[in-house]
Antibody, heavy 120, light 107 residues
Framework: QVQLVESGGGLVKPGGSLRLSCAAS????????MTWFRQPPGKGLEWVSH????????SYADSVKGRFTISRDNAKNSLFLQMNSLRAEDTAVYYC?????????????WGLGTLVTVSS | EIVMTQSPATLSVSPGERATLSCRAS??????LAWYQQNPGQGPRLLIY???TRTTGIPARFSGSGSGTEFTLTISSLQSEDFAVYYC?????????FGQGTKLEIK
């Protein structure tokens, strides 16, 4: 069965960095675009970034552009999100999700998320 | 950016009754709308796409309708496992955006 497991979250000071990972299993990882979303505590969902199968196409939300970097390792079935210059407003649960059709439209499997807290 | 507005924020319904959730887009998105269900501590689950097509394994009591700017998710006979938060998401334009959610709670 398809599984996505995020890790790497934690407490970090403003201006600090974190690297999130998402371990994928149960499907051919290299066949799918992958996406990061986030959800601030008690709030709605926000698209953060996505990456194509071969990493040739990458997009970011304006709110994280220039600070976050998405990457993937198809040999290790893993997705990453390097987060630099973190701000209080980046505090959220971060989810990785599989892009159903590779168009950045629909997301059929999601992980349980990892909590990132940015606070001094 | 397309703003998605869901109503109501909270909906209290008794098990076995019908629930109707609404989602409005700030501009026309054709039928490029999906609905997700989220339970506490879990990631969202894709229920419906194309405004009205159920994904594999989603019970027939879930139905979606609408096009343009007005959309509806209807759950015909609520089961205990249906009480959750529901989000609509547009995939007509970038960035993809979500509504703020409707919490469906037991009355």
């Amino acid at each position: 069965q398809v599984q996505l497991v995020e890790s790497g979250g934690g407490l970090v000071k403003p201006g600090g960095s974190l690297r999130l990972s998402c371990a994928a299993s149960g499907f051919t990882f290299s066949d799918y675009y992958m996406t990061w979303f986030r959800q601030p505590p008690g709030k709605g969902l926000e698209w953060v970034s996505h990456i194509s199968r071969s990493s040739s196409t990458i997009s970011y939300a304006d709110s994280v552009k220039g600070r976050f970097t998405i990457s993937r390792d198809n040999a290790k079935n893993s997705l990453f999100l390097q987060m630099n210059s973190l701000r209080a407003e980046d505090t959220a649960v971060y989810y990785c999700a599989r892009d159903l059709y590779g168009s950045g439209s629909l997301f059929d499997y999601w992980g349980l998320g990892t909590l990132v807290t940015v606070s001094s | 950016e397309i703003v998605m507005t869901q109503s109501p924020a909270t909906l209290s319904v008794s098990p076995g009754e019908r629930a109707t959730l609404s989602c409005r887009a700030s501009q026309s998105i054709s039928s490029n709308l999906a609905w997700y269900q989220q339970n506490p501590g879990q990631g969202p689950r894709l229920l419906i796409y194309g405004a009205s097509t159920r994904t594999t394994g989603i019970p027939a009591r879930f139905s979606g309708s609408g096009s343009g700017t007005e959309f509806t998710l209807t759950i015909s006979s609520l089961q205990s496992e249906d009480f959750a938060v529901y989000y609509c998401q547009q995939y007509h334009n970038w960035p993809r955006t979500f509504g703020q959610g409707t919490k469906l709670e037991i009355k």
